[in-house]
């Protein structure tokens, strides 16, 4: 059966080339909630169990976990935090702060889960307030890993001995196998090198990208600009697509600018939509936090704040449109 499971997860991806554009069909993956143990539901690609009756330190809760043949839940890729994220809100589990996997308790700074994996560090996972991102360490006492509610479920380093509710993960070895399936191709070295860019165009995670960083100015003429060169400023709707944006921005330099993105509410205020026509995801893990003392989540501007920019940690969060930042653009083609 297991077999069978893995045969079938491996032969559901395909890939297609379609106008020289590489294109990925990842949506018929086949694990089934019949599939997670009794207890489990199933989340994404994971087997979850949501303990909110229980509330244990960290240590406790990872014990209660390895009682009930699992594991505290393990984030690992922007999309399982994604869809972590999106059954909390669906099932009405919002306003409860959990511990995930993660601690740094060996080497400070250094996430590891218990297996060993990486806990990424930065966007889109851990909690940006406008000039600050956990993990802080703050006390020099912090070394479990949290996702409250009142900081709209991003991560937060805590004090391990605190008490909270958990949500633990079935060890089931097809999950794993579904993830990774699941999550490679839409990472950049699945994709990198197979679609070419024109100059100066940039390929980021099989995207043609221009960062115009010798050109600020308002949204509307970052749109014009972007315009003039057969491209659009950059719609973001898949949550892989902001973490590779985020990374190749730490590691070319880009750090530090603020670039406008396709978004807005002009047209109807409170309804975010790209120039493009498809709408701009809300919530976690896409739009930053405000104000560490009494946390809000961007968009916070109303009618005077109606365009979408990234910079700071690279969340998305709403400005003036007057405001002068660099277009990011993206081939049209
Ligand atoms: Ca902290
Ligand atoms: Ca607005
Ligand atoms: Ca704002």
Not at 14 to 40: H, K
Not at 141 to 146: A, Q, T, V
Not at 186 to 204: D, M, N
Not at 289 to 316: K, V
């Amino acid at each position: 059966m297991l077999l069978y499971l893995l045969l079938v997860l491996t032969c559901s991806l395909f890939v297609g080339e379609a106008d020289g554009r590489v294109t990925w069909n990842r949506t018929d993956l086949t694990l089934a909630s019949q599939d997670c143990p009794g207890g489990y539901t199933l989340v994404g690609t994971k087997c979850l169990m949501f303990e909110i009756f229980a509330s244990e330190t960290h240590e406790e809760a990872k014990n209660f976990c390895h009682d009930a043949q699992g594991e505290l839940a393990s984030i690992t890729t922007a999309t399982d935090f994604k869809n972590l994220v999106d059954y909390i809100h669906a099932n009405d589990l919002f306003g409860r702060t959990f511990w995930v996997d993660g601690r740094d308790e060996e080497t400070e700074g250094v996430w590891l889960t218990s297996s060993g994996e990486a806990v990424p560090l930065g966007t889109p996972f851990w909690a940006a307030f406008d000039y600050h991102q956990q993990p802080d360490n703050s006390l020099g006492n912090e070394h479990c890993l949290s996702i409250p509610s009142d900081w709209f479920l991003y991560m937060n380093d805590v004090p391990c001995s605190n008490i909270k509710n958990f949500i633990c993960e079935a060890t089931v070895q097809t999950q794993e196998e579904a993830a990774s399936a699941a999550l490679a191709p839409l990472g950049p070295s699945a994709v990198g090198g197979r679609v070419e860019c024109l100059a100066p165009f940039v390929e980021v995670g099989g995207l043609c990208l221009l960062f115009v960083t010798w050109f600020e100015d308002t949204w509307e003429n970052a749109q014009q600009m972007c315009a003039g060169t057969s491209s659009d400023l950059l719609a973001i709707t898949d949550i892989e697509v902001l973490r590779t944006l985020y990374l190749f921005i730490q590691a070319n330099g880009l750090d530090g600018n603020t670039f406008w993105l396709g978004g807005s509410d002009l047209a109807s205020e409170g309804t975010w939509v790209y120039t493009t026509g498809e709408p701009v995801p809300m919530g976690t893990p896409f739009w930053g936090l405000a104000d560490m003392s009494a946390p809000s989540q961007e968009p916070n501007g109303g009618t005077s704040e109606n365009c979408l920019a990234i910079g700071n940690f690279y969340n998305f969060r709403d400005y003036s449109c007057g405001s002068k930042f660099f277009p990011l653009c993206i081939y049209r083609g």
